[in-house]
Nanobody, 117 residues
Framework: QVQLVESGGGLVQAGGSLRLSCAASGLTFSTYGMRWFRQAPRKERELVVSVTWSGRITYYVDSVKGRFTISRDNAKNTVYLQMNNLKPEDTAVYYC??????????WGQGTQVTVSS
């Protein structure tokens, strides 16, 4: 059974930082691309950042460029999202997802990030 478990969300003031983690189990992690999505209240879920199985970053949404960094540790079956200089508009539920060949096959349960102004 595949599981993706996010952690690291919370409440932070604008300008602060958080690091999200997504621990994967039940799959051969090193062969899966990983993505972080987010969904703000009353908005559609959007792709934030994407990394290939080998660690090549293939996408950052414009609004987070220069502030967010994705990384992965295949030895720990974990992908990270370092978020710096957070803004109130970054408030959302953040989800990690995994898939092969550009698809999304599995989702985590999400972790709430709230940025206060």
């Amino acid at each position: 059974q595949v599981q993706l478990v996010e952690s690291g969300g919370g409440l932070v003031q604008a300008g602060g930082s958080l690091r999200l983690s997504c621990a994967a189990s039940g799959l051969t992690f090193s062969t899966y691309g990983m993505r972080w999505f987010r969904q703000a209240p009353r908005k559609e879920r959007e792709l934030v950042v994407s990394v290939t199985w080998s660690g090549r970053i293939t996408y950052y949404v414009d609004s987070v460029k220069g502030r967010f960094t994705i990384s992965r540790d295949n030895a720990k079956n974990t992908v990270y999202l370092q978020m710096n200089n957070l803004k109130p508009e970054d408030t959302a539920v953040y989800y990690c997802a995994s898939g092969v060949d550009g698809a999304v096959d599995y989702w985590g349960q999400g972790t709430q990030v709230t940025v206060s102004s």
